[in-house]
């Protein structure tokens, strides 16, 4: 069943690289990764590639193959044919590091500016009582293995170096959605989703859904009713007027779901 | 050399569950503390964990509680648990739980809004809190989130985010340093290096807590990823502890089996808690040939009554898929070698003629992604193949049950690494909790530690030396030997000759090659530089891939009996007086493992008399059932 595949990979370090060609073994039934690893254990052994699970579970593989965001643990070799060439290139929206592996502290940076969930004060643990209806919306967005595949391929960021410091990009404007959507949650997060968090900046073209192998519909499930969510604050005339006469109303509900 | 350096209280080594709580802990308890991982936040194995967390909170049969937890978990580890860390578990394990919806948890839900629970295999009731099959991916999410929740308290308090917990990710210890070379010194620090950048780094702290998981990259066939190299297992030999049970590894019954590159990776044992049965070549459901004469009394005997079970759990006996891992293991590994395997060496694993497909969609959505991205097979149409997988070691540090401290001074354990909790054979879902349960406890001893101390302990330079000598010897080795292949000659000999089946001959030939891998090892070298370099990486991991295999090989020598995860060809019955012995590895003074036999702590009369006569009789001796007998007259 074996045959020998022709691979490019990205080799190099400190901004500098080019592409490598290697012939290397291919056996039935593997994935990108199993090559890459025969090319570390056979010709390349300090060729450097993130890895954890290789089971599409950790999220921590991800690279450009044939310049598509993929997991190389999820992309099986029977997807090509043996005469193609295969072109492994490191993500391109991040820093690379050294031949496959990025600096994605980009991500992690995002991760602590979003205010953490906030349950009310007068639940105890033990006392939660949620309905799964309620819950399986939030949960969807909890399925993220933090592969970063989404904020790779974002437009707005990928091509795009000076919107990084005010865009968290579809992962981080999702887990706020998640938050907003968590039935305990009493924190405000609508105005700070669009002016903090650079919300207005997506528009929806939902390449950040395409690339999900967890197969969240990021754009339509957490984006747009985020968006709807920010419009209806700010265009609903009794919450203006509130918002100018009292204090804001944030939501103080501390059980069922908060509107949206 | 230039060696980046930091000073801390608590030096957690390992972001996984386990690790994460400890870390969370020490610092609610006002220590500045460090989380050193080698993959980035959140990749760690906790992620793979599917089925759920084991807590008895009763919320889908009121009659749980925590002693049936507690007689679940000492059952499923033949008596051979240490019975303190068992009932610490089975108390404390709701409380971890709710906790973690308190930080954002997701659950999934009963009618009535709690906790949902589902049946996994030993558990009496419907007992583990999960969601769907990605528990693991939860409980790791949550933890991080945690984490940077306390960053974020901290931004606002201090100014700076990581005042007091910082996390070291992509980042090595290949070394923790002690005050002085006597086994009874106190911890120091921990040495190790950035993957990133290769550059040495030092961390100054009185307390390290070891959160590592486990060693299943000594095997070919494992559901474990590549940090699972047995580090915490070997640095605590290193600096002077003592690890126990290392013969015990489970072998999960259900790892993929084709193609052959996702070998080992898990299926999971929520498959059979949700209806899911195995079935041999012929079509035959095997388990109930394989029902062990101590749980008779506990299984279902014909498929009638195995398939009632699942809506009237009160009037049936539970179907035999549902036995221990161990058990399961065995007989599958049983039927294949029988001849009655299925076409790529497993057997069959049905839940597609089971359960309608949206159902199976519902409940097992990342099994349906799995099987049909990896093997094309799609599992509400047909059945999957599965065999038996290296999955997780019982054995580790010997560590006190309360505090989780080791026997050197400063050193901590928690989770995979340490050894007791689960005895010869761990429960599906109650790793989730132990991680959780020990993890806070390790956390809170290492705080008590820090705080008892009079002065920061000093590393000798001399010790500092060594570190830095041993850590970049194999980069200045270009033409050595090549690390994958010393790598891949140690996983086939564990899986073929220290696997699930073991002779005694087998193992002694598996030690000659461990000796022999130990001199190649030390001549592994690695070309390339130091950022990111994963032959390096490697060549440094070997060491204690190899120190932990030895240590697995010995005990399994010596103890000739069957019992859970530790199955001998030669010695196929479980013994009465084997189950009052534990094996300790340590190492002499030359770098040798040594094992000795220890006495296994009694068990506390009241615990004990949570047992009924009949099943007491099929595990201990005479002696102790006569003692049992006393307790019972003088109530």
């Not at chain 1, 290397?24 to 090559?35: F, I, K, Y």
């Not at chain 2, 019975?83 to 839900?109: I, N, T, Y």
């Not at chain 2, 770098?591 to 220890?598: F, H, I, L, Q």
Request: net charge negative.
């Amino acid at each position: 069943m074996g045959y020998k595949a022709k691979f490019r990979v990205w080799r190099g370090e400190g901004g500098e690289g080019a592409l490598e060609d290697f012939v290397v073994e291919v056996n039935e039934g593997e994935v990108v990764l199993d090559v890459i690893h025969r090319l570390q254990a056979t010709q390349a052994p300090d060729l450097a590639v993130r890895w954890n699970c290789k089971a599409g579970k950790c999220g921590s593989c991800s690279v450009e193959i044939n310049g598509k965001p993929r997991l190389g643990c999820m992309t099986r070799m029977s997807t090509f044919t043996e005469y193609e060439t295969i072109t492994v290139t490191p993500m391109r929206t991040f820093p690379v590091i050294k031949d496959l592996v990025c600096d994605v502290s980009f991500n992690y940076q995002k991760a602590r500016e979003i205010p953490s969930f906030t349950p009310p004060d007068n639940v105890k643990p033990g006392e939660y009582r949620m309905q799964q209806i309620d819950v399986e919306r939030s949960q969807e967005f909890r399925k993220c293995i933090e592969c970063f595949m989404c904020n790779n391929v974002c437009h707005v960021i990928r091509d795009h170096e000076e919107n990084k410091p005010a865009f968290a990009g579809p992962r981080f404007l999702m887990r706020i959605a998640e938050l907003d959507m968590h039935p305990y949650d009493v924190a405000d997060r609508k105005d700070s989703a669009q002016e903090e968090h650079g919300l207005g900046y997506c528009n929806i073209t939902k390449c950040c859904t395409e690339v999900c192998p967890e197969h969240i519909k990021i754009t339509d499930n957490a984006l747009i009713p985020m968006k709807e969510r920010v419009v209806d604050r700010k265009y609903d005339p009794l919450v203006w007027l509130g918002s100018k006469i009292f204090k804001r109303p944030g939501s103080s509900n501390p059980s069922g779901s908060k509107a949206g | 050399m230039d060696i980046e350096r930091h000073e801390y209280d608590v030096v957690v080594i390992g972001a996984g569950g386990a690790g994460l709580r400890a870390a969370i802990e020490a610092r609610q308890q006002g220590k500045r503390t460090a989380i050193v991982c080698k993959s980035l936040f959140g990749k760690a194995h906790t992620v793979m964990a599917e089925g759920g967390a084991a807590a008895a909170m009763g919320n889908v049969n009121s009659d749980d509680n925590w002693m049936v937890h507690f007689r679940d978990t000492m059952r499923g580890g033949k008596f051979l648990n240490n019975p303190r860390m068992a009932e610490l578990h089975a108390k404390e394990s709701p409380d971890r739980v709710w906790e973690l919806e308190a930080w954002g948890a997701l659950f999934d839900r009963t009618k009535d809004g709690r906790i949902s629970q589902r049946n996994f295999g030993g558990h009496e009731y419907p007992r583990l809190a999960h969601v769907g099959d990605r528990t693991g991916l939860e409980l790791i999410r949550t933890l991080q989130q945690r984490v940077v929740a306390l960053q974020q308290e901290d931004e606002r308090l201090h100014g700076d985010a990581e005042a007091y917990i910082k996390v070291f990710a992509e980042c090595t210890i290949t070394t923790l340093l002690k005050q002085g070379p006597a086994r009874d010194a106190g911890i120091s620090g921990a040495f190790g290096y950035w993957r990133e950048t290769g550059r040495l780094i030092c961390f100054d702290a009185p307390a390290v807590v070891l959160a590592t998981g486990g060693i299943g990259k000594s095997y070919v066939v494992t559901s474990n990823s590549w940090e699972y190299t047995g580090d915490g297992h070997a640095l605590a030999l290193l600096a002077g502890a003592s690890l126990i049970n290392m013969e015990f590894i489970q072998f999960h019954p259900t790892g993929m089996v084709w193609p052959p590159s996702v070998r080992g990776i898990l299926v999971t044992e929520s498959v059979r808690g949700d209806g899911g049965v195995l079935r041999n070549s012929e079509g035959k459901r095997f388990m109930f040939d394989y029902i062990p004469e101590v749980f008779k009394d506990k299984y279902a005997t014909t498929e009638e009554e195995a398939d009632r079970w699942y809506n009237d759990q009160a009037n049936n006996r539970r179907p035999p898929e549902l036995l221990p891992r161990d058990e399961v293991a065995r007989a599958i590994n049983s039927e294949v070698k029988a001849g009655r395997g299925s076409p790529h060496g497993g057997v069959f694993l049905d839940v597609s003629s089971r359960l309608p497909a949206a159902e199976i969609i519902k409940r097992l959505p990342s099994m349906h992604h799995q099987f049909k991205e990896l093997a094309d097979v799609d599992i509400t149409a047909e059945p999957m193949e599965v065999g038996p997988t290296c999955h997780y070691i019982m054995g580790g540090v010997e560590v006190e049950a309360d505090t989780g401290a080791s026997s050197v001074p400063g050193l901590f354990a928690a989770g995979e690494v340490s050894g007791g909790m689960h005895g010869s054979n761990r429960l599906g879902g109650n790793s989730l909790s132990d991680l959780l349960v020990f993890g806070r406890r390790a956390g809170a001893g290492a705080a008590a530690y820090v705080d008892r101390l009079a002065a920061r302990p000093v590393t000798p330079d001399d010790v500092m030396r060594a570190a830095e000598i041993e850590a970049v010897a194999p980069l200045s080795r270009a033409g050595g030997e090549n690390p994958y292949e010393v790598h891949h000659e140690l996983q086939r000999t564990m899986n073929e000759l220290v696997g699930i089946i073991r002779k005694a001959e087998e193992v002694k030939e598996a030690l000659e090659v461990v000796t022999k891998l130990k001199e190649r090892a030390a001549a592994t070298g690695a070309p390339g530089g130091r950022i990111y370099n994963p032959g390096w990486h490697l060549a440094i991991d070997l060491r204690n891939m190899l120190l932990v295999s030895d240590c697995v090989a010995r005990a399994a020598l010596i103890r000739e009996e069957s019992r859970g995860g530790h199955t001998r060809d030669d010695f196929p019955g479980m013994s009465a007086e084997w189950r009052r012995k534990l094996l300790v590895c340590a190492l002499t003074a030359d770098g040798e493992v040594s094992v000795e036999e220890k006495e296994q702590p009694p068990m506390r009369d009241d615990l004990f008399r949570l047992f009924d006569r009949a099943e007491l009789s099929k595990y201990v001796t005479a002696d102790e059932l006569a003692d049992y007998d006393a307790l019972v007259k003088e109530s």
